[in-house]
């Protein structure tokens, strides 16, 4: 996993989010083998190698695949920046399906915040091959909320 944000004299610099590495991928993530990339400060990749199980009846990477990455990607960089009492959640996410993902392409999301509010955030991204060639590319909203539901258990950081 890379870590592309560095000072002058070539070190990382320190985190302002407790958020500075990326969570533990489980459930639906970890069953699609899908794997963080990149987890930057408001600028998250993650990926997935397509094995035929990720198709859909025509024999190309279905679009559920495809918005699983990019919802990842894009709540993973506003993920990023939130305080640890803070709490996010996908509020619309608009995908546009650009190119069919093949089996064994190398496919990498990345997310980055376009704009933040205390209580909004807009997020854009984009899926591509490891030739570089656009699959799909995606706009969304996130609510933020101050404080996680009393339901839900503090992430660790």
Do not use: Y
């Amino acid at each position: 996993m890379a870590n592309d944000e560095t000072n002058s004299a070539g070190d990382t610099p320190p985190p302002t989010s407790p958020f500075s590495q990326p969570p533990e991928f489980s459930g639906i993530a970890k069953a699609m083998a899908i794997e963080p990339h990149s987890w930057n400060q408001g600028k998250v990749s993650v990926q997935v190698v397509v094995t035929k199980e990720h198709t859909n009846k025509g024999g190309v990477v279905h679009g559920g695949l495809t918005t699983m990455l990019l919802d990842m990607a894009l709540g993973g960089a506003l993920v990023s920046t939130l305080k640890l009492e803070e709490w996010c959640a996908t509020t619309a996410l608009n995908v546009n399906f650009l190119d069919a993902g093949q089996v064994g392409d190398h496919l990498i999301a990345s997310g980055r915040i376009a704009r933040r509010g205390r209580n909004v955030a807009h997020l854009a991204g984009e899926v591509v091959n490891q030739n570089g060639r656009v699959i799909a590319s995606a706009t969304g909203t996130w609510a933020i909320w101050n404080k996680r539901p009393s339901n839900l258990p503090l992430r660790k950081s």
